[in-house]
DNA sequence: AAGTATTTTTAGGTTAATCTAAAAATTTAT
DNA sequence: ATAAATTTTTAGATTAACCTAAAAATACTT
């Protein structure tokens, strides 16, 4: 069994997250920008990555991950996010304080303390911030959401998720009282600049920004 | 603020542990030892931890440790032993499982995560093994203790502590039901071999080896 | 106190992960 | 399609953490 360190890791994670997304290869200045490093170190370890059949590289074409990379990824992010549910539901810290620690409790090697972690939490499919946690086989939970901006008068929905992490964001949401499982009705749109009224349960009346309104997620009634 | 590295980390606890014990300085050979590496090595790194303040040093004098360096290991220990109580306590592990991953969740850096942690196991004095946690300020609880070996016929206690971690050890007292807590009083014990036969509880009789005798602490009634 | 054994340090080298600067390949624009 | 701009790779260095082998210092023995 080949050792990976920590770095290795994280440039697998990036890379996942690069090359899921956008369905085609990461480019090195994308992955170079997502590990705040410069672009010469990504050819470096992309090159070690491939030595180790973790990506598939081809010189100026890009990378994509092979199936043990996306493991080793998949299981990252499950293990982050099962994290970020301890310290929340457990240690009761509060959504905009967990991700840095648990960027490094992912980094933990045992098989074992996940699969009982997991259970602790009674195996939670998603997250504090509404993300999906995959399963051990890599495998994630599909939800049927909308961006709060995409939706239309009169419509109805429960917020589930936010596309926007920043502890800045988070706690903007918290203040408003817009939290996830928060039911919501969008009472009117007003077209000069997007700004949304919204009814939150069923009776507080808020207007929120365009931009609040693209980082919300919403699952539709 | 100096960064430190998981390395570092691992040797001033090895220093800690050796210098400590035998409050005297420590031998670059058992730093070595310790750290199942080369007495080169160990050379290495005492000069950059020395440079950094974390520990005193004066060639072919051995090392002790300067007060910051105290304060991360004595801090690096009571990470350890609270993660092993939480596995152990919320997690179901047994006790002969927890080491290799306390061993690394006591790098992850958070003071925050500790405070958080040590409240939600209700602030426990000691680890699984008995060993006591240090507070934030590096003070261990002191508790009168002797080595079963240590006993005479008719003495009465309570098992507190094992001196030896190794999971043989820990699984064998399991199935002797000599785990911490036990009631036990000494009845006998062979001059031929120093075998000791005990009261388990008020009931059940067993006889144990030297050996095992000098590796359970036991408070005395 | 001299000689032997042990411990510790130095010297010199390796590997992973990084960097900057320059060269090469690819993409975009005219 | 050629030039200009951008992206990517190579070249060459650096640092932390390690190694082995040899030299130096200290400790043990008689």
Redesign the interface.
Known sequence: MESISQTEENYLKAIYKIAERAEKPASTNAIAAAMSTSAASVTDMIKRLSEKDLVNYERYRGVTMTKTGQKIATTLIRKHRLWEVF?VE????SWD?VH??AE??E????R??IT??DE?LKFPRFDPHGDPIPDEDGVFTFRKQVLLAEMEEAEEGVIVGVHDHTSDFLQYLDRMKLTLGTEIKLVERYAYDDSIKMLLGDSKEIVISKKVSQHLFVQKK
């Open positions: 310290l457990k240690l009761d810290f304080e840095d620690i490094q409790l980094h933990i090697q045992s074992e303390l009982r972690l602790y």
